[in-house]
């Protein structure tokens, strides 16, 4: 019964190898769309998002293909997307998926006709009266293919168990609109919220917290965003994302007046570890909101350089945004890397 989290994945710099039958893998392209559970009973369908939310309102077309496609009763784990085909070619379109989480019906369903969503089906966890989480993902996989049909709108997701394959998904599939490979262990349960899966993305990435924002140094807008993630209960800034054009800084700066914690509310900053001198306040607000941004590497419990603002995350929960999603370096000695060490 709904909510339920889904199972998540850890960062890695490579996919793991197949190397016993005790420790074999599958492969599957990484979807770029709304991480979602469809639960399904008789006609009553709940489309739930990570955070727990039913996202069903603002995809009616998924609902009623999961009355018409998916088995009477089960619950199914997959991926909501929006295809878009230009010259010929398919390929995914976050910007219109993003646009379906608005508050107008009448404007969603529009969008439902004019830019219709699909679902991508990659793991089953219950079948008729059968919790499946306890089953290997080998056995969940071929229910999996067994029930859920080609379409129109639900499919399943290809697999693969060669690793060379899924790397030349890796390498091609980018073009489509997918963002990496995932790995699930063919042994392995099903886990609710616990980070299972390996992924491999074409970039690192993190979903950050919006906690605040500071003025450009020419009063005119937004000048840099203010990130943070949680480490247990506690919001942490871990760095900030700027380089924003002045038409973007305008717009920003209007755009997150109603999330401010107070008019006259300014909070002291730290200083730049480059720049001492300068005013280094900026302006609280509320942690509602969730951006996707790209970074270099870690130092520490910061992000080492400036972040790169990519996309807003309507379909992820500030609490989401923690430490665990991001790829943890190798440990090394600092005479491991020196000429002579080792």
């Not at 394959?165 to 609710?192: C, H, I, N, Q, S």
């Not at 419990?301 to 807003?312: E, V």
Request: charged share 25%.
């Amino acid at each position: 019964m709904p909510p339920l989290q889904p199972m998540l994945a850890k960062a890695a710099q490579a996919v793991p190898a197949q190397s016993t039958p005790r420790d074999a893998w599958s492969y599957e392209p990484k979807w770029d769309g709304f991480r979602s559970l469809v639960f399904r009973d008789g006609d009553e369908v709940v489309i739930g998002s990570r955070g727990g939310k039913d996202l069903a309102r603002y995809f009616p077309e998924v609902v009623d293909a999961a009355r018409a496609e998916l088995p009477a009763r089960c619950v199914v784990d997959g991926e909501i997307v929006v295809p878009k085909t230009v010259d010929g070619t398919t390929r995914l379109a976050w910007e219109l998926l993003s646009e379906r989480i608005h508050p107008a019906a009448s404007r969603i369903r529009m969008l439902a006709e004019s830019t219709p969503a699909q679902f991508v089906a990659f793991d089953l966890i219950a079948s008729g009266d059968a919790d499946l989480t306890a089953e290997p993902f080998e056995r969940r996989r071929a229910l999996l293919l067994d029930t859920v049909g080609t379409g129109p709108v639900c499919h399943v997701t290809a697999a693969t168990r060669d690793s060379d394959l899924a790397m030349t998904w890796f390498e091609t599939f980018e073009g489509a609109g997918l963002d990496g490979v995932v790995a699930k262990r063919l042994d392995g349960p099903y886990v609710p919220g616990k980070r299972e899966m390996v992924k491999l993305k074409h970039a690192r990435t993190a979903d950050c917290v919006l906690m605040g924002y500071r003025l450009h140094k020419n009063g005119q807008g937004v000048g840099s965003l203010l990130l943070g993630l949680y480490s247990g209960e506690q919001l942490v800034m871990v760095g900030a994302a700027s380089a924003f054009t002045d038409k973007r800084r305008r717009e920003l700066l209007a755009e997150l007046q109603p999330l401010r914690v107070g008019d006259d509310v300014v909070a002291a900053g730290e200083p730049s570890r480059w720049r001492a001198a300068g005013d280094h306040s900026w302006v609280p607000l509320r942690p509602e909101r969730v951006l996707e941004v790209a970074y270099d590497q870690m130092e520490g419990m910061r992000f080492r350089h400036s972040a790169r603002f990519l996309r807003w995350r309507p379909d992820r929960n500030p609490d989401e945004c923690t430490y665990d999603q991001l790829e943890v370096p190798v440990r090394y000695d600092l005479a491991d890397v020196l000429a002579g060490g080792g």
